[in-house]
């Protein structure tokens, strides 16, 4: 897998370069047609394109990067990882931040924290 086939949580393998290739516009058909079981990982869960791309109501994409934000929409939560984590900024001063999961949130005290 390379870095480019990976966005915001999702591997989408060898569809990315295809996307790139494909002609568009393209209708929502025709990319089903091509690229229907095609399957995409992310966190612990697994897709296929038509997974994703079947329930929405767009019949035609003009870009590879519209048929990406409908697989980025499609996916949610479960390609986020751990909810509430960041490594980018501490706590402000004064913030009560708290992961998900934390032992002494209501309702986790089984969940196992990272």
Known sequence: MSDRSREQGVDLGDLHEKLETHDYPASKEDLLKAYRDHELK????????????????????DSEMEVKQTIMNMVGDEAIGRKNYSDRTPPAPGEDRQDEGAPDQEGMRHQESF
């Open 42 to 61: 992310f966190g612990d869960g697994r897709a296929t394109f038509a997974d994703l791309l079947e329930p929405t109501n767009q019949g035609t994409y």
